[in-house]
Nanobody, 111 residues
Framework: QVQLVESGGGLVQAGGSLRLSCATS????????MAWYRQAPGKQRELVAG???????NYAESVKGRFTISRDNTKNMAYLQMNSLKPEDTAVYYC?????WGQGTQVSVSS
C-alpha cells in the first residue's frame, strides 16, 4: 500500500520560512520522480517543484530562487524548503510520486 504523508505546514508571516516533508512508503522511492504541487482556494492545482531520480530539479517561475526541492533516498523522503514566503504562496501543498498523492498540508502566509 502506497502512502505519501506530508508534514511541516503552518501559519507564517510574510518573509518567513517553512520546510515541508513528504514521507513515502510502499514504493521503490529511488525509481520515482517526486514533485510538490499546491492548490489555493478557487484555483487549479499547480506544479511547484519537481525532482527526478537523478536529482535534476525544476520550479514554477513564481517560486524560483525562493523554494528548494530535495530528496533523501536513504530515508525515502522528499522536502520542500520555502523561504521568503509571500501571501500568494498560501495553499494546500501536496506531495506527488508516480500516480500517488499525499493528503496535503496547509501553508498560510499572513501579510
Amino acid at each position: 500500500q502506497v502512502q505519501l504523508v506530508e508534514s511541516g505546514g503552518g501559519l507564517v508571516q510574510a518573509g518567513g520560512s517553512l520546510r515541508l516533508s513528504c514521507a513515502t512508503s510502499g514504493i521503490i522511492f529511488t525509481l520515482n520522480n517526486m514533485a510538490w504541487y499546491r492548490q489555493a482556494p478557487g484555483k487549479q492545482r499547480e506544479l511547484v517543484a519537481g525532482i527526478t531520480t537523478t536529482g535534476r530539479t525544476n520550479y514554477a517561475e513564481s517560486v524560483k530562487g525562493r523554494f528548494t526541492i530535495s530528496r533523501d533516498n536513504t530515508k525515502n523522503m522528499a522536502y520542500l524548503q520555502m523561504n521568503s514566503l509571500k501571501p500568494e504562496d498560501t495553499a494546500v501543498y501536496y506531495c506527488y510520486c508516480g500516480v500517488h498523492w499525499g493528503q496535503g498540508t496547509q501553508v498560510s502566509v499572513s501579510s
